[in-house]
């Protein structure tokens, strides 16, 4: 609710601003990093008349095998409509390779 309400208020400040005859403007952007969940979105204006969103998101959440996933999903919003795309993958950084009870109780004696 919070970062709508920041959103909403920097839309409404940048939008009575006069504009430069750029064709591509970046108006707004957002960046939110937390432990496990990180957002960036950016609004641009294009042509002075059409408002594009581009954005990330990343949540890394703990499977019910144990194992560290990471989702990624990238989006735009523009005069063309609403399209995303995603990756779902095992996050590198926290994968931990380990033996099995039987085998350490093995390897023991």
């Known amino acids: 609710m919070k970062v709508q309400i920041i959103f909403l208020v920097s839309l409404i400040i940048t939008s009575r601003c006069c504009f430069s005859n750029a064709a591509t403007q970046e108006i707004s952007h957002i960046s939110i990093n937390e432990d496990d969940y990180m957002r960036e979105e950016s609004l641009f204006l294009i042509d002075e008349k059409d408002l594009e969103i581009r954005g990330t998101l990343q949540q890394s959440f703990v499977s019910s095998n144990g194992d560290i996933l990471r989702t990624t999903l990238e989006y735009v919003a523009d005069k063309l409509g609403y399209r995303t795309k995603y990756k779902y993958?095992?996050?590198?950084?926290?994968?931990?390779?380990?033996?099995?009870?039987?085998?350490?109780?093995?390897?023991?004696g």
Not at 89 to 108: M, Q
């Open 89 to 108: 993958e095992t996050d590198p950084g926290y994968f931990v390779e380990a033996l099995c009870g039987s085998t350490l109780y093995s390897l023991a």
